[in-house]
């Protein structure tokens, strides 16, 4: 099994839930983003997930946009996200996934970016906009040390969802609602229907939620449906407002309810 099944598994075993935290590389400040991503780690962040920032992202809301905008403001590149990973990797050994697009890996060189991205210490890549019939032929060069993290949503079929979890490892991810990434006040009986329904359908990897997740209420509401929670709208808002002290009290919050 991969180091971030490992991690997550020990984590369930003392019968708590995994919290991935969702970091816009190089927001909000280019110097400064490798103590923050520390901070969150030690503040609570089980798995640190590292977005890599690009123009077009179509399965993040308005709020990862604007983290989104401000790092390529920043002339945050690829490259740089994957320099961050790597000073994150020399200080700490939680499991550190790059969430990116195929179009910047493609202009980037995906033999380079696969190789790359083993040399920084990344354990994961999450890239949404690679279709799952195109998967094994994207990542054919990827080292399987590394995990592909592949996603189901509310309108994934039962046959699709077992061969994302097939297809996936590490753990699959969980989209909880249609749509963009964002907030969400509450989480209806509708989609805690489907959460029930895609856990007892994923055999092989472990399942964790993301998409609207944002305050510990969530998390408790949604506590049996997964064995792990990804958060990064919430997160990203503080930052926004440059309210790093709030941002780390809400991933401590969300710790304490996992």
Do not use: W
């Amino acid at each position: 099994m991969s180091k971030i099944h490992n991690y997550i598994d020990a984590i369930n075993k003392e019968n708590r839930k995994a919290l991935n935290i969702f970091l816009t590389a190089g927001f909000p400040e280019k110097e400064n983003f490798t103590e923050l991503a520390c901070s969150v780690l030690d503040a609570g962040a089980d798995i640190l997930e590292i977005g890599v920032p690009f123009s077009d992202p179509l399965a993040d809301g308005p709020i990862i946009q604007k983290s989104s905008k401000a790092a390529l403001d920043n002339h945050i590149t690829l490259n740089d996200s994957l320099r961050y990973v790597s000073e994150i990797r020399e200080q700490r050994d939680n499991p550190l996934i790059l969430m990116g697009y195929a179009n910047p890996i493609i202009k980037y060189g995906l033999s380079k970016f696969l190789a790359d991205a083993e040399s920084a210490g990344v354990n994961g890549l999450i890239i949404p906009d690679v279709p799952l019939e195109e998967n094994d032929n994207f990542f054919n060069e990827l080292n399987p040390e590394i995990d592909t993290i592949l996603l189901t949503t509310p309108t994934s079929s039962d046959e699709r969802i077992k061969t994302i979890d097939e297809k996936s490892s590490g753990f699959v991810y969980c989209v909880s609602v249609t749509g963009t990434t964002g907030t969400r006040e509450v989480f209806d009986e509708e989609i805690k229907k489907n959460l029930i329904r895609t856990k007892s359908l994923v055999a092989k990897n472990k399942l964790l939620v993301g998409f609207g997740i944002s305050k510990p209420q969530n998390v408790s509401d949604l506590y049996d449906t997964a064995d792990g929670f990804i958060v990064g709208s919430a997160v990203i808002k503080y930052l926004l407002d440059n309210n790093k002290k709030s941002a780390l009290d809400l991933v401590r919050s969300l710790r304490n309810v996992c």
